[in-house]
């Protein structure tokens, strides 16, 4: 039964409870009671409904739906919800891994990221049969990202180091994830940490708990450049600049978003110090 269509509906609607407007923890006066219909639809004809958790952010989570994870779903089994849980977009074989180390040769660094894609047994079992391939880390191997006890495991029987964070949000979560002792290397997100001002208390963290960091950044446009100033004020280590591969049609931070040599350089200009083409935006804005 497969999966033909899926729409995600944010409706608002004003109500009364006889009292004032609710107020959202953000401060902004509730006037509507929002949520997100998310309707299934299988070839069969098989009708499903259920809900996205929006709150404040309704709009948000109905576009994700839409643009993100409808296009995932559509042509997939609707009874194998467990398949669709666990599918991300890495590659993650023994004989993909294998075929990495060969290409590049016994001492050019690799990792293995896996977005979490295996249970905590399963991540034990992986780890064991990747020793062998001299890995920097295996990145988020099990499932959920949260389940720190479960990774610590990994790290303790797999016998490799492990590299988590990018689904942590706050210096919290960060001290919970080395207090469980689940990780070689740190990787806070610029952009999901909240800027520059949080993600620098998470590299305060890795240095005084002696844990290296590697920040997470698969992007392109600014929270990259913001990433390699990070980078750049960081002097305790070596730190690596993460660039997802690709070759964008048109920049609108021009061509300082490419590594040159293996090396980015850093804008010295004020703030990030990009100039942002905003004809770029426009051309390729969605809505
Ligand atoms: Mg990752």
Same mark, same amino acid.
């Given at each position: 039964?497969k ?25 902004t ?20 409904w ?7 952010a ?10 993100v ?23 993650r ?15 050019f ?11 905590v $047994? &399963?991540s #034990? ?9 001299n890995? +920097?880390? =295996?990145?988020?191997?099990? !499932? @959920?990202?949260?389940d720190?006890a ?6 303790r029987?797999?016998g490799?180091p ?35 001002t ?37 002097? $305790? &280590?070596? #730190?690596?600049?993460?660039?997802f ?5 048109? +920049?609108? =931070?021009?061509?300082?978003? !490419? @590594? ?17 083409d ?10």
């Amino acid at each position: 039964m497969k999966i033909r269509k899926v729409e995600a509906t944010h409706v608002a609607i004003p109500y009364q409870h006889g009292g004032p407007l609710s107020v959202f923890g953000i401060g902004t006066t509730r006037a509507t009671m929002d949520s997100v219909y998310i309707r299934v639809d299988t070839e069969e004809g098989v009708t499903g409904w259920g809900e996205a958790f929006g709150f404040g952010a309704c709009p948000v989570t109905a576009a994700a739906v839409s643009r993100v994870v409808a296009p995932l779903a559509i042509g997939r089994e609707a009874e194998n919800v467990g398949a669709l849980v666990q599918d991300k977009l890495h590659e993650r074989t023994i004989d993909t891994v294998a075929a990495a180390r060969e290409t590049a040769g016994p001492d050019f660094p690799i990792a293995l990221d896996t977005n979490c894609s295996w249970t905590v $047994e &399963q991540s #034990v079992e992986m780890a064991k049969q990747l020793r062998c391939f001299n890995l +920097s880390w =295996l990145e988020e191997p099990s !499932y @959920p990202p949260d389940d720190h006890a479960g990774l610590a495991r990994v790290r303790r029987e797999g016998g490799i180091p492990t590299a988590a964070g990018e689904n942590l949000g706050n210096i919290n979560d960060f001290r919970q994830i080395l207090d469980a002792g689940a990780v070689d290397v740190m990787q806070p997100d610029v952009n999901k940490m909240g800027g520059i001002t949080e993600i620098r208390k998470a590299i305060a963290l890795g240095r005084e708990r002696g844990i290296a960091v590697e920040p997470h950044s698969p992007f392109y446009g600014p929270g990259l450049i913001a990433t390699l100033h990070v980078i750049a004020a960081m002097s $305790e &280590q070596d #730190v690596m600049g993460e660039f997802f591969y690709a070759d964008l049609e048109q +920049s609108p =931070l021009g061509d300082m978003i !490419y @590594p040159r040599d293996g090396y980015f350089a850093v804008p010295d200009g004020p703030g990030l110090g990009i100039e942002v083409d905003e004809k770029i935006l426009q051309r390729y804005r969605v809505a």
